[in-house]
């Protein structure tokens, strides 16, 4: 039996190496979401157009001006001449922000007084809006603090002193790539194992299996085993290419995370025969792939909180595996999270896992009578 099963997996190896299309889907994609991931889809807001309605005229308010201009985050600013173009400019998105300094500014300055800024932020682009004015309001009171300082002013003296655990430079890429390693080591293993009986299906071999002393689990095995090898495989060169090209630390266990990580790949390779049983093409089953995958993702909190999600949406997150998946390698990476705060996210993933295995082996089993 043991014999028969090896044999099959080096076949699902031979056919995946063979295969010319599934060869290159297989390490072109991942590595271009990698870079695309890392470097494009960020949150940070940098190199931000802004524009300036300055009113008072006087060196006070000029130097304020100059504090955003050398700003590393604003890169293009512009000066306005009158309060009607402000409309335009917001409008036109020709800038996310206008800064509107009234005739005063210098003035109440002087006289000990705190003048009033406008600033006024295009809300179309509700959370690059929220970020730039909160680099304005520290521009502004990194100046009136300095101002007080030179002039003897009586200005607040309060001051808040933020820290950023796990992340103290908020470096973005630290926070995307770990949870790359989860997406794309998902993508490699959901691929292989969904197109694996589809393809001897589509390639009319599907029959001959079916007359060989191979039984129904048998065969699966045989076609999960190539997939979680792959998917495994998939994940240490993300893992390699997160360490060593985009320098994110490494903090926690290697042996606890190639742990979660198996648990994870089996879930998903559940999954994958799934579909696998259920479609008679491969182009059915890579349609199935990008329905899973996009819904996966979204509803795994890569990207967003969780806990923005309607609630009746959050209960539905509960079955994704990536969704326990992704803190388990963010907190490996730079929190070093113990075992016992992995396992609380890792036995969701094992009961999926079972429950994902299970159901692909009795549907494989109904759809042979």
């Given at each position: 039996m ?14 995946v ?5 599934i060869?290159?889907i ?13 470097f ?17 005229e006087g ?5 304020l001006?100059?504090?955003?201009a050398?700003?590393p ?5 512009q ?9 335009e400019?917001?409008?036109n ?12 500014f ?31 309001f520290?521009?502004?009171?990194q100046y ?8 003897n ?13 796990f992340?103290?430079n908020?470096?973005?890429t630290?926070?995307?790539v770990?949870?790359?390693v ?7 293993s ?6 694996t009986?589809?393809r ?6 599907f ?5 060989s002393p191979l039984?129904s ?25 997160a ?19 198996f648990?994870?790949v ?11 049983s259920?479609c008679k093409?491969?182009?059915?089953a ?15 909190g ?7 999600m ?32 992995i ?12 429950f ?6 009795w ?7």
């Amino acid at each position: 039996m043991f014999k028969n099963i090896y044999s099959l997996i080096i076949k699902e190896f031979l056919a995946v190496w063979q295969d010319k299309r599934i060869r290159l889907i297989l390490i072109v994609p991942p590595l271009i979401q990698l870079f695309i991931f890392a470097f494009a889809a960020t949150l940070d807001v940098k190199n931000i157009s802004v524009a300036c309605l300055n009113r008072d005229e006087g060196k006070l308010s000029y130097e304020l001006i100059q504090r955003f201009a050398g700003s590393p985050f604003f890169n293009d600013m512009q000066y306005l001449n009158d309060f009607h173009q402000i409309q335009e400019v917001i409008d036109n998105q020709k800038a996310i922000m206008v800064i509107h300094i009234d005739e005063e500014f210098s003035r109440k300055l002087l006289s000990g007084r705190s003048p009033e800024i406008q600033l006024i932020l295009d809300g179309r682009k509700s959370n690059t809006a929220q970020i730039v004015q909160g680099y304005a309001f520290k521009i502004i009171e990194q100046y009136y603090s300095d101002l007080s300082k030179k002039m003897n002013l009586p200005f607040p003296s309060t001051k808040l002193i933020a820290r950023n655990w796990f992340n103290s430079n908020l470096i973005y890429t630290w926070f995307t790539v770990p949870g790359l390693v989860a997406i794309l080591t998902m993508f490699t293993s959901l691929l292989v194992t969904s197109l694996t009986i589809a393809r001897e299906r589509e390639l009319g071999t599907f029959e001959q299996l079916l007359v060989s002393p191979l039984r129904s689990i048998d065969i699966l095995i045989g076609k999960a085993i190539p997939g979680i090898i792959i998917g495994m495989g998939e994940g240490t060169i993300i893992l390699i290419a997160a360490v060593t090209a985009f320098q994110i630390p490494f903090t926690g266990s290697i042996l606890a995370l190639y742990f979660s990580m198996f648990i994870f790949v089996c879930s998903i390779v559940g999954v994958g025969l799934f579909l696998s049983s259920l479609c008679k093409t491969q182009q059915q089953a890579l349609l199935a792939v990008f329905v899973f995958m996009s819904n996966s993702v979204i509803l795994s909190g890569f990207a967003t909180p969780i806990e923005n999600m309607p609630i009746w949406l959050q209960k539905i997150t509960l079955i994704n595996p990536l969704r326990f998946f992704l803190i388990i390698v963010r907190g490996i990476f730079l929190k070093k999270i113990p075992f016992s705060v992995i396992f609380q996210n890792l036995y969701p993933i094992i009961i999926i896992a079972i429950f994902n295995l299970s159901v692909s082996t009795w549907f494989f089993r109904k759809r042979l009578e």
